[in-house]
């Protein structure tokens, strides 16, 4: 698999998993700020533990392309 690969996965999996499912939750989270359930609290503690696993996939999918891709610096 080549680098490019790679960030064109991580770029697919943050454009067609990762956003929409946090603005779904942020959504959730929105209509259901007037109940007293709960329910708006906790769906926005996912949405952030999600965009926090999202940075992870990226920084990680950064860091695997950057291991395969040719280093500049090297003379």
């Not at 956003?19 to 996912?46: D, E, H, K, R, Y």
């Amino acid at each position: 698999m080549t680098a490019e690969t790679i960030l064109l996965f991580a770029v697919r999996r943050m454009f067609w998993v990762h956003m929409p499912v946090v603005g779904l939750l942020l959504l959730v989270s929105w209509l259901s700020a007037q109940w007293p359930t709960g329910v708006s609290a906790l769906a926005a503690l996912v949405a952030f533990a999600w965009v926090v696993l999202a940075l992870g996939d990226w920084i990680t999918a950064e860091l695997r392309a950057d291991r395969l891709a040719p280093s500049d610096t090297a003379a």
